[in-house]
C-alpha cells in the first residue's frame, strides 16, 4: 500500500515522511505494514516508521540511479518491527545482556524541580559524585541532589566535563536561546563540498552497498545505527574507538555488521593510521562535536586533501547553532531539555518525568543519517558533487513534539520466534535470535555478514 493511500490510517507518518522528504529532496513512496503506536502523547512509530522509509527510499532510489534496474523497487516498512527494533534487536539464548543504565542514572528531585543524571560512562559517573561529594550510593546521590537547585547543579556537572539536564516544560524550550536556535535548524542541513572523483564501490541489486566503505567514529546509539543500517545493504564498516572506551550495555546492540578497532588518536601512529584511512574511505561518519577533529588536525581543509570524495554525515546532541552547539548529550537528556519527557508526565498524570518509551531521537535519528548517506551517494552518481550532511537529536525532537498523540491503540509490543531472522547469531557474549528487519525493499537482501562483536577484536584497516 503507497504512502500517499494512508492519510487517514497514518496521517502521522504521512505528514513527519513529508518533511523528512523535502530534507532529502526525494519524491518517496513507501506501502506500510502493521498496526499500533508505542504508548506516548508523542507519535513515536510514526517517527521510527518514518525515518526506516527514508532510508528504504533513498536506497531506492540509489539502486535506480546506479542502473540496476529500470524502476525504483517497491519498499515496504513494518510499523511493529520499527518500533521493536527502537528498544532492542538481539536476543541472547542462555545468556543475559548487561543493564541498560548505570545504578546511579536516573532522575532526581531538585529543590525545585527535577534532573537527570547520566553515569552509563565511569568518566561522567566520577564528575557527577564529585560534584555532589557523596558516596556511590543512590540514596546518598537522592540526599545530595535534593540540596541543590536544578540549573546550577546542571551547570556544574557539564562544567566540570559530566553530563545532565533539568526537567524543562515545552513552553521553557521554547524561549530558551537553545529551544529557538534548534527550531532554525534544517532537520538536514546540507554542505556542498565541491567536486571529487566518486570511487566506485561494487553494488548489485542484491546488495547495493557492497564494497562500499565506511569509517565508523560515532559511539552510544544514534550514529552506531546508522552504521549498522550501512552495513545491513552491504557496505563494508570500519568502527573506531580509543582502547579504554566501553559501552558494554549496547555494544552486542549496535557492532552488528561491523569491524571493530582501536586507535590512540592523540598519538602519532594512531593519527598516522586514521589519516590514511579517510583517504580510503568513501563515507565518513561521526559525532565529535565541533572542534575536535580541528584539535587532532584534521579539519575539514585536512579531510578534504586526503580525500576529495568523502562523505561525511555527522551528528550532536542539541544542534549546531546556539549557546549549546558544542554542549554534550544523550537523547535521554535531550528528551528532559527540550520539553518531551515534562509533556509526557502531564499526558500520563504523574508528578515525575515520563520519557519515551524507547530512545526514538537515537534511533530516528540514526536511520535519518543512514538515509543522509545515501543521498550522498545517489549525488555522486548523478554527478551533482559531494555533499556532507549535519543532524542533531535536538532537531529530531522538534520533528517529533510537533506531532502530538494521544496514542489510543497503544501497545507493549513483544517479540516472539516468527520475529526473528532464520539462522542464529554466534556472537562472543554466547548465541542470539536478532529480529527480522524492519525494511522490506523488492529484490535485495538486508543482512549482516559479521555478527555483533567486542570492541578492538579487528585490525584498524579496511579488508
Known amino acids: 500500500m503507497a504512502l500517499s493511500v494512508l492519510i487517514e490510517e497514518c496521517v502521522d507518518v504521512f505528514n513527519m515522511h513529508t518533511e523528512i522528504s523535502e530534507a532529502l529532496d526525494l519524491s518517496l513512496d513507501v506501502g506500510v505494514t502493521g498496526d499500533g503506536d508505542l504508548p506516548s502523547c508523542f507519535a513515536v512509530t510514526s517517527l521510527l516508521t518514518a525515518s526506516v522509509a527514508a532510508v528504504g527510499s533513498a ?61 552509563n560512562l565511569s568518566h561522567h559517573r566520577r564528575v557527577v ?82 564494497g562500499l566503505r565506511v569509517l565508523d567514529l560515532t ?108 554542549r554534550r548529550g544523550f537523547d535521554s537528556l535531550v528528551q528532559m531539555s527540550c520539553g518531551i519527557a515534562h509533556a509526557g508526565m502531564e499526558w500520563a498524570g504523574r508528578t515525575e518525568p515520563v520519557p519515551l518509551p524507547v530512545q526514538a531521537l537515537d534511533h530516528a535519528t540514526g536511520y535519518l543519517m543512514a538515509a543522509a548517506v545515501l543521498r550522498g551517494l545517489i549525488a555522486g552518481v548523478r554527478g551533482d558533487g559531494v555533499r556532507s550532511a549535519r543532524l542533531s537529536l535536538a532537531r529530531t525532537g522538534a520533528l517529533l513534539s510537533s506531532h502530538r498523540t494521544d496514542a489510543p491503540t497503544a501497545r507493549v509490543y513483544e517479540a516472539g520466534p516468527d520475529d526473528f531472522m532464520e539462522h542464529v547469531e554466534q556472537t562472543p557474549w554466547g548465541n542470539a535470535y536478532r529480529l527480522r528487519p524492519p525494511l522490506g525493499i523488492d ?21
Open 219 to 326: 559511539r552510544v546509539i544514534a550514529g552506531p545505527v546508522a552504521t549498522r543500517m550501512l552495513a545491513g545493504f552491504g557496505a563494508t564498516v570500519l568502527r573506531i574507538d580509543p582502547p579504554a572506551w566501553s559501552e558494554p550495555n549496547v555494544i552486542p546492540e549496535v557492532t552488528l555488521g561491523k569491524r571493530c578497532a582501536h586507535l590512540k588518536l592523540n598519538e602519532r601512529e594512531g593519527f598516522e593510521t586514521l589519516a590514511a584511512l579517510l583517504a580510503q574511505t568513501d563515507v565518513l561518519v561521526h559525532g565529535y562535536r565541533p572542534g575536535a577533529l580541528d584539535r587532532l588536525g584534521l579539519d575539514c581543509s585536512a579531510r578534504r586533501a586526503l580525500n576529495r570524495s568523502l562523505i561525511e554525515v555527522t551528528l550532536d546532541a542539541y544542534g549546531w547553532t546556539g549557546p549549546w552547539a558544542a
Open 59 to 119: 536506497a531506492s532510489t540509489l539502486i535506480q540511479a546506479l542502473g540496476l534496474t529500470v524502476s525504483q523497487p517497491t519498499v515496504t516498512v513494518d510499523r511493529r518491527f520499527a518500533s521493536l527494533w527502537a528498544a532492542r534487536s538481539i536476543y541472547p539464548i542462555g545468556w543475559e545482556l548487561p543493564p541498560v543504565w548505570d545504578s546511579l542514572a536516573g532522575d532526581y528531585r531538585t529543590r525545585d524541580g527535577w534532573i537527570k543524571l547520566h553515569t
Open 443 to 463: 529484490g535485495t537482501t538486508i543482512r549482516w555478514e559479521l555478527p555483533a562483536g567486542e570492541l578492538g577484536s579487528a585490525r584498524p584497516t579496511f579488508p
Open 129 to 210: 559524585l564529585d560534584v555532589l561529594g557523596c558516596a556511590p550510593a543512590r540514596d546518598a546521590v537522592t540526599r545530595a541532589v535534593r540540596q541543590w537547585d536544578g540549573d546550577t547543579l546542571e551547570s556544574a556537572i557539564m562544567h566540570g566535563g559530566g553530563v545532565a539536564a533539568i526537567m524543562r516544560s515545552p513552553s521553557e524550550w521554547a524561549v530558551h536561546a537553545q529551544g529557538q536556535a534548534v527550531k532554525s535548524e534544517p532537520l538536514i542541513h546540507w554542505r556542498e563540498e565541491g567536486t571529487g572523483p566518486q570511487r566506485m564501490w561494487s553494488p548489485t541489486r542484491q546488495r547495493p552497498l557492497g
